[in-house]
């Protein structure tokens, strides 16, 4: 609510001239076709580790599809992109945002509390994805679509086994 409130407030969304922007479109793809590396290099070095990457679920007791979908697909997407690429990007180094993205992509990576270099090089790449694609476009709102596209890429891949 907070989060919404603070950004209508501020005019940080306009979807209305979003999808107008022919360089917008063009970083939209960049950030489809890196989730797909980004991914398989996860998965590869995740195997070298001998760690597995993706366990899917095993069981649909106490889960709810449309609960996940709407909190790990839509709301973190949308909160997670406004606070890191739009706000905390301004005020962290308001004169060099480059060095802002870098820090608070770092930042962004360890929230996700990665556990194996698999896990670092998946969060750091999203982060890395992300802060390019809002640095060519400065639109959060190309980042929020991507991000999007990410979870919703992994939460398919996690329950492919459960619903194949």
């Not at 001998?50 to 095993?58: D, I, K, L, N, P």
């Amino acid at each position: 609510f907070l989060i919404n409130w603070y950004v209508t407030k501020q005019g940080y969304l306009n979807w209305k001239t979003f999808p107008l922007d022919a360089q917008v479109r063009k970083w939209l793809l960049f950030g489809i076709l890196a989730t797909f590396i980004l991914h398989f290099l996860s998965v590869l070095i995740s195997n070298l580790e001998g760690v597995s990457y993706m366990r899917g679920a095993t069981s649909t007791e106490n889960y709810y599809l449309v609960i996940d979908i709407m909190v790990s697909v839509l709301l973190t997407p949308f909160a997670e992109e406004l606070v890191f690429r739009k706000i905390l990007t301004t005020l962290v180094f308001p004169k060099n945002i480059k060095l802002s993205l870098f820090v608070i992509g770092i930042l962004f990576a360890a929230i996700h509390l990665p556990v194996t270099v698999g896990d670092w090089v998946n969060q750091l790449g999203a982060a890395t994805i992300l802060s390019i694609i809002y640095y060519k476009t400065r639109r959060v709102e190309a980042a929020i679509l991507i991000h999007i596209f990410m979870n919703l890429f992994i939460t398919i891949l996690f329950l492919w086994p459960l619903y194949s």
